[in-house]
């Protein structure tokens, strides 16, 4: 579903990102780690064309992402707060992107009882707009969007982050839902090693832009990226 060629981003000749060859098949679940400044946001940032490359290309079934419109009709995705209409309420965004998506309301009515444990009764009929929500629940509109529509592929920004832990298992258990019946493809990007463990079938950890390892997950892989992150704190 994701192919790298040669890919290479650099700012400034600094080379932040340099990922010869990669490719992550369609249904797989592929976690991304690595320490602040990897180039994880860097790479997830070049899959949606968010920003180019400087060398190289990412294709999405086979279209380059910078050449292409095709791969945006199936492809979900929450990099950060950006990616959000501030001044609108959570209900009027969700129509919004369910306008954008060809949603029915009848399935993102569907789709919002699914996320009804995760909101918590925190988003909606509160009269606030977007950017009056706190951080942990601006990542739970956003991520609910992400999933709108049916994606075919859908990539995240360390989507767990100022999630509260009972929020942070629920969101688990939504994307462990999307994988099983929906079979989707997710690029997911974490600190919570435990948590992308558990999500991921596969972990590539980045390090000052390069793959340094790339892992199929089993039941050591946990203790696997334990023993690599506490070598580099010398631990
Ligand atoms: N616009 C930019 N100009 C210069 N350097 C940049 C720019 N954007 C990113 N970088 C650099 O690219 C490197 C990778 O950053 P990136 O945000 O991809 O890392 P990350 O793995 O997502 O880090 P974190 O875990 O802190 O979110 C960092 O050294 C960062 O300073």
């Known amino acids: 579903m994701i192919k790298i060629n040669n890919l290479k981003k650099s700012y400034k000749q600094i080379t932040v990102l340099d990922v010869p060859e990669m490719e992550i098949p369609e249904g797989q679940s592929f976690g991304l780690v690595g320490n602040n400044g ?20 990412v294709l999405i079934d086979d279209d380059a992402v910078n050449n292409s419109e095709e791969w945006k009709n199936f492809t979900g995705s929450f990099i950060d707060e950006k990616f959000l209409i501030s001044y609108l309420t959570p209900e009027e965004y969700f129509q919004f992107i369910s306008k954008i998506r060809g949603v029915s309301k009848g399935d993102l009515d569907q789709h919002l009882n699914l996320f009804e444990p995760l909101f918590n009764d925190e988003i909606f009929g509160k009269k606030k707009y977007i950017r009056d929500l706190s951080k942990g629940n601006k990542k739970k509109v956003g991520v609910a969007a992400a999933l709108l529509g049916d994606p075919k592929l859908v990539l995240l920004d360390e989507p767990f982050e100022n999630l509260d832990p009972t929020s942070q298992i629920r969101l688990k ?23 992308v463990t558990e999500i991921c079938e596969r972990i590539v950890i980045l ?29």
């Open 38 to 57: 990897a180039g994880k946001t860097t790479l997830l940032r070049i899959m949606l064309d968010l920003i180019r490359a400087s060398e190289g290309e």
């Open 173 to 195: 258990k939504i994307i462990q839902q999307f994988q099983a019946e929906k079979s989707v493809t997710f690029v997911i990007s974490s600190h919570d090693l435990n948590h």
């Open 207 to 235: 390090d000052k832009g390069e793959i340094v390892k790339d892992i199929k997950v089993t039941e050591r892989t946990l203790q696997e990226l334990t023993d690599y992150f506490g070598e580099h704190a010398g631990i």
